[in-house]
Structures are given as structure tokens and as C-alpha cells.
């Protein structure tokens, strides 16, 4: 055998990674330079021209991201993507993992805790790096940069770009290229431009000299907490017709747009197409998408602690209307009694509806969990009779409202949520902590058409889904059994099903009858093929 073919490896997994080539280290320095603009101006270099430096700095990290990607996939096939992951240190918790995770969350704590060193001036000129983003702020919405400004610019330049690797990457797939372009869109465009020409109309005299509340237009109660706060009520409906439209909108996308999207298409119509978190999860977070945690033990802790978060949301966003709504009925058409009943009916409906038509559908500790989440609401919301003026659920709005929006705005969405991708993987705030995931996979669960249909026998179990499964689902446990896979916490992204070697998996809408078959042993005469494949 000639020495040059022989391949002395009996690895079945692949190679590890080879080493970066020139065009990637070239690429890297390029990218690198880009950052050490930002950086340098986060310690109060003065760059003269500041609409050239940040053209410079923003080009060079997307161009050197982009010609990284372009030498790493442009030249492998379409397909698999399973070439070395646990190899890298970056991937797979090493050492570069836990620098960049570290660099994140502190970014992160800077950016909500501490914006004055990153040159935020209150009532003033900014300095360093928000000076360096003022040009474009101007330019978009007429004000000077924030922070919010800063870090919603860098967040839109990272779904580009690495929606652009995740493209090449995953070119094989028109599903993914489909779903990659509508997050690159709606971040692009609802998250980012559309909010910040909206600020600019104020004052126009297309607003007749008033204001638009900031909007992001995509955001659905319960990601915008904040959306049915006093002030900003009051900014909507000072704004006109469109402000009322606006805020119409807001009300008709939690209780007829959402469920009426879910049952077509299932979350994935939110979660992976539209979603700014999830946007950011799958294109800048894909390559940390294999460290998410498979265990039974996660999976538990998963199911309480996000439900815990919609039960929190819902008493804060209750506590925070009511503390403004008043008593009188002759200046008031929504009293703070009548509101409390309105919450009080439609959750009974919503919990009877489900306990008395789905609940085969749940767990027992999920049917336990809900009866006790019920009891507990509906005993706070008895309570509001003994508490003073401005206050229900025997805690002051206010400190419900500051205690989610640091807590679970903050703390979970953002520190941990971006901040540990190397270490819990790309979807740990999706997982663990979005309640609107949480809502939107209960609709999945219980009354969406949307599964992930398998074709066991052509399985060979080479665990490729389940890798690669950002939510932690043990795909290959569901493919093996050809058993759909109806699960809350899917968000649908399909890597599942592009990564499959054997095209055992397919994204599906159809039919409810069927969607959920859990007894896939055959044991004797216990099961009737003939029945079961007709069924099929």
C-alpha cells in the first residue's frame, strides 16, 4: 500500500481540526484590528475623525469574520458539519472558551451596570467608545448614542456577518438559508433601523409635532415587560392613531397573532425566525450549540425554572397595570377590581381548558406544577383586598417590576444568556429563562400542528442530532423508535435534520390526529401492525 494514502487513524468521529491556515490567520488579525479600535476607545482615545474610525473598526470585523468563514466552508462539501468540535479549545469549554465567555459577561455587566465607562455623559458630550458611535446615531435617529445604541449596532453586525458563516456553513439546506435570512431581515430591519427612524419622526410634522414611543416592532409581551407600564401607555396613546395602532398591535400579537402562529407552524415561527435572542443563538452561538446539556436532570430543572419565570412576569405585569388603573367607574371603563376578575377568569379558562382536555398530553409533576402555580395566583390575586393603595400581591409593583427587570431582564437575559454561550451553550436563556418561549412551547405542546416526524428504520444512531440539538432534546432517542418529536422546548431550528446523514428526520405540519404517539414498544400482541401502519 503506498505510504501517502495509508491512513493510520481508526477514529471513527473524523480528525481533529488542523491547524488555522494563512488565509485564516490573516483573517483573524484583520478582525482582531477591527476590535482593538473599540477597545482603544473604551480607554478614552481620541479618534479625530470618528465616523471614519468606526467605518474602519465595524469593516474590518465584519470583513475579517466573513473572509474566516469563506476560507473554514467555502471549499467543503455541503453537509455534515461534524469535523472536530470536541477538538477545539473554543468549543468545547477549553481554555478560549472560558476567556471569550468571561469577556462577554463582563461586557455585559459593563453595558447594564456601568455604560459611564464606556463613555456614556449624562447631559453631555460622550466620550470613547459611545463618542465613536455618535455619528451613526445622529445620522439614524437624531440623538446621541446610548448604550442601548452601542450594543443593538454591535448585536446587528453579528447576526450579519455570522449569519453569513452560518450560510456557508449550512448551504446545503434551503431551510436554513430560508430561516437564516428572515433573523438577519428582522433584526436588521424591526429590531434596529425601523425603531430608530421612528425617534427620528418625532417632533415631524407627520406627527403633527408629537412623539412615537421606541417600539421594536417584533417584540411580543412577555420579552417587552415594560410594554404595559404607565409611561409608556401614556406615550402610546399621546401619539395619535398610530400610537393607538401601535398599541393595538401589542395586545392583538399575545392573544390572537401568537396562538394562531403557533398552532400553523409551531414556535419556530417566533423562535427561530423572527427573535432577536434566538437570531443572535444561531448565527454567532452556532458554535457552541453541541455544549448544551442533554441530562434528565437539566431537563427538570429546565421545565421549573422557566415556568417559574412566566409565573413571575405575569404576577409583575399584573401588579404593574393594576397599580395604575383606578376605582371609580365613572372615570375608569377598566377598574382595578375588574381587571384582577378579567385575570382571574382567563386563567381558570386557560388552566380548566387544559386539565380537562389535555392533560394526558403532561407529565405528572407538570400536572402537579400547575395546579400548585394556579393555586398560588389565584390566592395573590384573593389578597389584593388587604393591600394598600398602589400595591397587590402584598409586594409593592415597583419592586416586582425592578426585581424581573434585573433579575431576568439582565442578570439572566443577558449576562448569563450571551455571556456563558462557551460554557452552557448558544440557547441557555431560551432554555432556562424566556418566558416567551416558555408560553409559546406550551401552545406547541398542547394544540400546534408543527412536529418532527422520523423514519426509525433508516436510523443508525449515530447520535449526530442529538449533538447538536441547541435545546438539549435527545433526538436520537425519539429517531431510533421513529416516534415524533413533539416537544415544548423545540424551537424547530431543523440542524437536527440537516445534520442527519440518512434523512431520517423532516419538519412537519399536518394533522393533529397522530402527532403524539408515545407507545412505540411492540411487545406481542399488545400492538396491531397492520393498524399502526395504516395509521402512519
Not at 429546565?302 to 412566566?310: I, L
Request: charged share 15%; with cysteine; glycine share 10%.
Amino acid at each position: 500500500m503506498n505510504s501517502q494514502t495509508h491512513n493510520p487513524s481508526m477514529a471513527l468521529t473524523g480528525e481533529p481540526p488542523k491547524s488555522l491556515s494563512t488565509g485564516q490567520k490573516m483573517a483573524t488579525l484583520l478582525g482582531m484590528a477591527g476590535l482593538g479600535i473599540l477597545l482603544l476607545a473604551v480607554f478614552n482615545v481620541n479618534f479625530p475623525n470618528q465616523t471614519l474610525w468606526l467605518i474602519v473598526s465595524l469593516s474590518a470585523i465584519s470583513i475579517g469574520t466573513l473572509w474566516f468563514s469563506w476560507d473554514a466552508y467555502s471549499q467543503k462539501l455541503p453537509g455534515i458539519k461534524n469535523d472536530g468540535v470536541w477538538f477545539k479549545s473554543i468549543s468545547s469549554r477549553g481554555f478560549w472558551a472560558w476567556v471569550v465567555g468571561l469577556a462577554l459577561t463582563g461586557f455585559y455587566i459593563v453595558l447594564y451596570f456601568y455604560p459611564e465607562y464606556l463613555g456614556l455623559v449624562s447631559g453631555g458630550e460622550n466620550r470613547g467608545v459611545m463618542a465613536l458611535f455618535d455619528p451613526l446615531s445622529k445620522l439614524l435617529s437624531g440623538n446621541p448614542a446610548s448604550q442601548w445604541f452601542v450594543y443593538g449596532t454591535l448585536y446587528t453586525v453579528a447576526i450579519l456577518i455570522f449569519g453569513a458563516k452560518f450560510l456557508w456553513k449550512y448551504r446545503h439546506s434551503r431551510y436554513q438559508r430560508l430561516r437564516t435570512f428572515s433573523v438577519m431581515f428582522f433584526q436588521l430591519a424591526f429590531a434596529f433601523t425601523i425603531p430608530e427612524l421612528m425617534a427620528r419622526l418625532n417632533g415631524h410634522k407627520i406627527l403633527g409635532g408629537g412623539s412615537l414611543p421606541y417600539y421594536d416592532l417584533k417584540n411580543v409581551w412577555p420579552l417587552n415587560y415594560y410594554n404595559f407600564e404607565s409611561y409608556r401607555i401614556k406615550g402610546f396613546l399621546s401619539s395619535g392613531d398610530i400610537g393607538l395602532a401601535l398599541l393595538i398591535f401589542g395586545i392583538l400579537s399575545i392573544f390572537v397573532i401568537t396562538p394562531i402562529l403557533t398552532y400553523k407552524y409551531g414556535k419556530r415561527w417566533y423562535c427561530s425566525w423572527v427573535c432577536g435572542c434566538g437570531a443572535l443563538a444561531e448565527t454567532a452561538g452556532d458554535s457552541f450549540r453541541q455544549l448544551s446539556d442533554k441530562s434528565t436532570f437539566a431537563w427538570k430543572v429546565e421545565r421549573w425554572v422557566v415556568h417559574s419565570v412566566v409565573v413571575f412576569v405575569t404576577l409583575m405585569t399584573t401588579a404593574v397595570i393594576y397599580s395604575y388603573l383606578g376605582t371609580d367607574t365613572s372615570k375608569y371603563w377598566l377598574t382595578k377590581s375588574t381587571f384582577l376578575i378579567g385575570v382571574a377568569v382567563l386563567l381558570t379558562l386557560v388552566f380548566g381548558w387544559v386539565m380537562l382536555f389535555k392533560r394526558d398530553q403532561l407529565q405528572k409533576d407538570a400536572q402537579y406544577g400547575a395546579i400548585g402555580y394556579f393555586v398560588i395566583i389565584m390566592a395573590l390575586i384573593g389578597f389584593h383586598f388587604f393591600s394598600g393603595e398602589g400595591q397587590v400581591f402584598l409586594f409593592k409593583s415597583e419592586t416586582l417590576r425592578k426585581s424581573y427587570s434585573f433579575l431576568i431582564g439582565s442578570i439572566f437575559s443577558g449576562v448569563i444568556g450571551t455571556g456563558f454561550y462557551p460554557i452552557f451553550g448558544s440557547r441557555v436563556w431560551c432554555r432556562f429563562g424566556c418566558p416567551m418561549a416558555a408560553i409559546l412551547g406550551f401552545q406547541q405542546r398542547l394544540f400546534s400542528r408543527f412536529r418532527i416526524t422520523t423514519n426509525g428504520g433508516q436510523c443508525i444512531s449515530c447520535g449526530n442530532c442529538s449533538t447538536y440539538c441547541e435545546m438539549g432534546i435527545d433526538v436520537r432517542a425519539y429517531a431510533q423508535k421513529g416516534e415524533n418529536i413533539v416537544r415544548a422546548s423545540c424551537v424547530g431550528c431543523g440542524i437536527c435534520s440537516a445534520v442527519c446523514p440518512r434523512g431520517v428526520l423532516k419538519l412537519e405540519n399536518g394533522p393533529l390526529k397522530g402527532r403524539i404517539d408515545s407507545n412505540q414498544v411492540l411487545l406481542g400482541n399488545d400492538v396491531d401492525l397492520m393498524a399502526l401502519v395504516n395509521q402512519k
